[in-house]
């Protein structure tokens, strides 16, 4: 038995997922001149993670997303492996429902981040509270969420660009 | 060919097997992370400050925007107030100009009783300015970012202020970048004395924008409105920095507003202090790297 051919895909169609979830990551640096606004704003890495989950699987290891969200760990100075466990959180659950989420629907897909980042919220807090050994207040993360559910479609439109230019996978 | 192919389908299902149990692997790793990281390690605290001066440059970066728009608001508003704070400001020299010589009077006579009396007063140490380059907290942490390391003189534990009063202390020094930890952040933690009556406690960050005090105790004496000030008493921070004021005392505890807005941060300020004593002379290895119970949290001293 002759093994298939593997066809080489091209280093940038590789590197692209891995590269946007850092560059989402990186977008938490981003000063925007509202005030408290920065303690809420929408958690990009999130959404990044998930758009590539579904329709570049391929190219987001795990270990990629584990050293992803110790880097956001970081930079925004939370403990580490509260980022690393809420992308991994995401990954795990688009993993889970791939069948489900591979649509062409974008409601489909809204409405599966919806509960996707909800599942990522709530990891993050379960993890900062056990870092700390403290309840914190949930309210600030449940004003992040909403706000992530909401931004959703900008950036998952600026993805969907990134991965049309693509090539298609063999 | 059949046998040559079996030793790579062998491998093939070895990393499938792998790739399965990654995940699980890399979950289990975070949560033990999480759990060890309540220990002061030093390779994490070498590596965020490290990544610190990597990410500089990105978050000035997307700073610049932001800060152009706050800087343009601000220059707007102010534009319709610069003459009558022009005409003020003339008044108020005047009189400064006066209580100065009066004070310049004073300090001297004060240096002459200290000199009689053998009194030694703390170092009030340098300031070291600095620009605030980002708020990357999130929802769990209350910090920023300054664009003053090392190579600004910047150590871990200086307490950071603006011309308001104390905004935090440094917890992660790169050599040109610094995190400071604001003092509404939950793991905060400062000494502090309160107004007249002069009672200690220690004051706790929430996360929110009112910080609240602990262990206080007598509350008796503390009125809505009263000055808070630090107390040195941790032995980190120096006496006397202003804090706020009270805010509100109910069932939940007392709450302190800030004096030093910290949404609106732009420039601070570090003071390179020590406090004789109870720190090691600045120079030696160890003078702000001491382990501590977890990697943000100090306690600031017995009230």
Redesign the interface.
């Known amino acids: 038995m002759i093994a298939p051919p593997v066809r080489r895909e091209r280093w940038y169609t590789q590197v692209a997922p891995l590269a946007t979830v850092v560059g989402a990551v990186l977008l938490d640096l981003l000063w925007i001149p509202v005030p408290g606004f920065n303690a809420v704003a929408p958690a990009f890495s999130v959404m990044a993670v998930y758009c590539w989950a579904i329709w570049r699987p391929q190219f987001l290891p795990y270990v990629g997303v584990f050293a992803a969200g110790l880097f956001e760990d970081l930079i925004r100075g939370t403990p580490l492996g509260a980022g690393s466990l809420a992308l991994l959180a995401v990954q795990g659950f688009v993993w889970a429902q791939q069948r489900l989420l591979r649509t062409r629907s974008f409601e489909v897909l809204w409405l599966g981040f919806a509960i996707t980042s909800l599942i990522a919220a709530m990891a993050t807090w379960a993890a900062v509270a056990f870092a700390y050994r403290t309840a914190l207040s949930p309210w600030p993360g449940g004003m992040q969420y909403l706000l992530t559910v909401a931004a959703f479609p900008a950036l998952a439109f600026l993805l969907m660009r990134i991965e049309r230019g693509l090539p298609r996978p063999a | 060919?059949?046998t040559r192919?079996r030793p790579?389908g062998r491998l093939w299902h070895v990393r499938l097997w792998l790739?399965r149990f990654?995940?699980l692997l890399?979950?289990a790793?975070?949560?033990?992370?999480?759990?060890l990281?309540?220990v002061e390690s030093p390779w994490?605290g070498r590596?965020?400050a490290g990544?610190l001066d990597a990410?500089a440059p990105?978050?000035h970066g997307?700073?610049l925007?932001?800060?152009a728009?706050?800087d343009w608001?601000n220059s707007v508003k102010d534009t319709g107030e610069l003459k009558r704070q022009n005409s003020e400001l003339k008044a108020e020299i005047e009189n400064l100009k006066l209580r100065l010589t009066a004070m310049d009077e004073l300090a001297r006579e004060n240096g002459e009783f200290r000199r009689l009396l053998g009194v030694q007063l703390h170092d009030e140490g340098k300031h070291i300015a600095a620009r605030v380059?980002?708020?990357?907290?999130?929802?769990?942490?209350?910090?920023v970012?300054i664009r003053a390391g090392h190579r600004e003189g910047v150590r871990k534990g200086r307490a950071v202020v603006t011309a308001q009063g104390l905004v935090g202390r440094v917890?992660?020094v790169g050599e040109f970048t610094s995190?400071v930890?604001l003092i509404t952040d939950?793991?905060a933690r400062t000494a502090v004395l309160i107004g007249k009556s002069g009672e200690r406690a220690i004051m706790t960050g929430?996360?929110?924008d009112l910080p609240r005090l602990l262990h206080v105790a007598r509350t008796g004496g503390i009125a809505k409105g009263d000055k808070v000030v630090t107390s040195g008493h941790d032995g980190i921070l120096p006496p006397g920095l202003p804090v706020g004021e009270v805010a509100e005392i109910g069932a939940s505890g007392i709450r302190i507003r800030p004096f030093v807005d910290m949404?609106?941060l732009g420039f601070v300020r570090i003071i390179d202090h020590d406090m004789p004593g109870l720190l090691p002379p600045p120079g030696e290895p160890k003078t702000a790297e001491r382990p501590t119970r977890r990697r943000?949290r100090y306690d600031g001293g017995s009230p």
């Open positions: 060919m059949g192919a790579f790739q990654a995940f890399l979950l790793t975070s949560v033990a992370l999480l759990a990281g309540r994490a590596l965020r990544l990410v990105v978050a997307l700073s925007p932001g800060r728009v706050t608001f380059i980002a708020d990357p907290g999130g929802p769990y942490v209350r910090t970012l917890t992660d995190r930890m939950v793991n929430a996360n929110a949404q609106n943000d």
